[in-house]
């Protein structure tokens, strides 16, 4: 059974990891890869998404039911997005039943073909389903940061007022991923200013190729890290060099936030066992 204490797990650094469901049969063999590294990383927990990137709910719920069967403390991934108040009643019901020990609350990405239609949504944003998590359950609740602001908000003030409101009622702030550490510090310094102390963890991620990386910069509207710009990639061996400049980026960023007194560091894997396994072991 969960243990339900999302940060007392480990004295010093709490680990957690982010993998999403296999959607092709080459995923699930890399899905397959990364759950055998896992088990020896032994994370203090595992957040499993919903929705990112178009994927499905069954898949979620299967594999946090696997997760859960392997001994994993798993955080589920939830999105007000394409759903109705009743479905997400159900899901934190299902969530609570499989023996989830937390909930991301999220607003969700719209739709990949959509940029309006947002379906069936009855919640808008992410600080609505954190109240509903709480009407609902005693399940602990996290939410997502953005250090260089959500790229749907209108100016960083706003964005960060709304982020101190959701931040204020929830357990724990996992932040989207970063390149410049001051952003980091920034929005840590934003949320104590307007008296919220909830402990935030910085979200790392190591593309594994400039594709990949600028794939990523476009989701989160963030810019690439400045190693990015210093070389031909094409070039002879310029994908292991990219490679070893992104997991020591990361891995510089993580020290960082430890050593000013974060409490832990989240990884989104992007499902690389490769990634998860160098990270963790260099930390
Ligand atoms: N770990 C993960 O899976 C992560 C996922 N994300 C993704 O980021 C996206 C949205 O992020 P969230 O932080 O959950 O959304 P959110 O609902 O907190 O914020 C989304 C936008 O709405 C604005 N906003 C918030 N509350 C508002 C209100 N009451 N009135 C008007 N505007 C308001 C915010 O400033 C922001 O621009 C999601 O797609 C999520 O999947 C981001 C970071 C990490
Ligand atoms: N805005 C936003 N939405 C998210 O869903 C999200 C974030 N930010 N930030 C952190 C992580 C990263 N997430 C991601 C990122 C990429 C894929 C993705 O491209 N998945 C592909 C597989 C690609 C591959 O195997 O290389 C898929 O088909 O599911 C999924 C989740 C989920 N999270």
Not at 66 to 76: S, Y
Not at 141 to 149: F, Q, T, Y
Request: aromatic share 6%.
């Amino acid at each position: 059974m969960a243990k339900c204490n999302l940060l007392e797990q480990r004295a010093g650094c709490v680990r957690s990891v982010e993998v999403w469901p296999a959607r092709s049969d080459r995923q699930a063999e890399r899905l397959r890869e990364l759950i055998a590294v896992l088990q020896s990383v032994d994370p203090d927990f595992v957040t499993v998404t919903y929705g990112a990137m178009g994927s499905s709910r069954a898949r979620s719920l299967a594999l946090i039911e696997e997760l859960v069967a392997l001994g994993f403390d798993v955080v589920a991934h939830l999105a007000c997005l394409g759903n109705s108040r009743d479905e997400l009643v159900d899901l934190i019901h299902r969530y609570r039943s499989l023996g989830v020990c937390g909930v991301l609350a999220l607003r969700g990405d719209p739709p990949l073909e959509s940029t309006t239609g947002f379906g069936a949504s009855e919640l808008h944003h992410a600080s609505e389903l954190v109240e509903l998590i709480r009407q609902e359950s005693d399940l602990p609740v996290i939410v997502a940061l953005h250090p260089d602001g959500h790229p749907d908000s209108t100016d960083i003030a706003s964005d960060r007022n709304f982020a101190a409101e959701k931040l204020g009622n929830a357990d724990l702030g996992l932040t989207q991923f970063f390149f410049d550490y001051a952003s980091f510090v920034g929005l840590q310094s934003d949320m104590m200013a307007r008296g919220v102390a909830t402990p935030i963890v910085p979200g790392l991620m190591v593309p594994s190729s400039p594709k990949q990386l600028l794939r990523m910069t476009e989701i989160a509207g963030i810019q690439p890290p400045p190693y990015f710009a210093s070389a031909d990639w094409d070039l002879d061996n310029g994908l292991d060099r990219f490679r070893a400049l992104a997991l020591d980026g990361a891995l510089t960023l993580a020290r960082r936030a430890l050593e000013d007194g974060a409490r832990g560091v989240h990884l989104f894997s992007m499902n690389s066992a490769q990634v998860t396994a160098e990270f963790f072991a260099r930390l």
